[in-house]
């Protein structure tokens, strides 16, 4: 049974365009939420979610959290062709270790020149 | 920013056979794990590592599997028995006292 649930699997746009991704949990007892980048092999890190509304800004990608109705989304604004990926969300429960990750099965996501 | 490596990049090996994925965490790293995933499917927990000793494990992390951080240093998994649903590219991953998972590169290991 999934905990961590990515729509859509796959999204194919533009340069420019703006993309929404999303990603809806559920755990037992919640500590964080993880968004990470996975080009050709290691995920890397791009934001921690842990309270609710408060949005996360990088550059041009910003997330938010909300813990009421336990979803997150991931935004990328004006998007280039460098933004190709999977974009994996992840959840730590407070019963686990802090490194102990459930992730979803990821958002492919193309950007066509 | 440091890293954390992974030898070897790629190990193809026979049913069978033991293989040992090796990890160099980040010095100050206290805290790590290893993550596997199967071509297609989402990324997977096997164990985590703490003070020299296994502080959770997956089903998946098998009597088949084991992991030793030997000279306080390099972090292994071990693979004793390779069967063919082994083949996947494990990750290495480590932190320290605050949440930011830190991942390898990874091996891609395939089991012929």
């Known amino acids: 049974e999934d905990k961590v649930v990515q729509s859509p699997l796959s999204l194919v746009v533009h340069e420019g365009d703006t993309v929404t991704l999303n990603c809806s949990y559920e755990?037992?007892?919640?500590?964080?939420l993880l968004w990470y980048k996975q080009e050709k092999k290691a995920p890397t890190f791009l934001f921690m979610l842990?309270?609710?509304?408060i949005e996360k800004k990088s550059g041009r990608l910003s997330s938010i959290l909300d813990k009421k109705e336990l979803f997150s989304i991931l935004n990328i604004t004006a998007t280039q062709t460098g933004d190709s990926a999977i974009y994996l969300c992840a959840v730590v429960d407070r019963g686990s270790t802090l490194g102990r990750l459930y992730f979803g099965r990821g958002t492919q996501l193309t950007v066509w020149p | 920013e440091p890293e954390v490596t992974q030898t070897p990049s790629h190990q193809v090996t026979q049913m069978g056979q033991e293989v040992i994925l090796r990890c160099v965490p980040i010095?100050?790293?206290?805290?790590f794990y290893w993550y596997r995933q199967i071509l297609g499917q989402k990324v997977e927990f096997l164990v985590s590592?703490?003070?020299?000793?296994?502080?959770?494990k997956s089903e998946i992390f098998d009597d088949q599997f084991s992991v030793e951080r030997p000279d306080g240093s390099n972090f292994t998994l071990k693979i004793r028995s390779t069967k063919l649903e082994d083949s996947a590219m494990y990750f290495c991953?480590?932190?320290?006292?605050?949440?930011?998972?830190?991942f390898g590169s990874g091996t891609q290991l395939s089991v012929l």
């Open positions: 755990v037992t007892n919640f500590r964080s």
């Open positions: 010095s100050n790293h206290l805290y």
């Open positions: 991953a480590g932190h320290g006292q605050g949440q930011k998972l830190f």
């Open positions: 590592f703490y003070n020299n000793e296994i502080s959770e």
């Open positions: 842990t309270s609710s509304g």
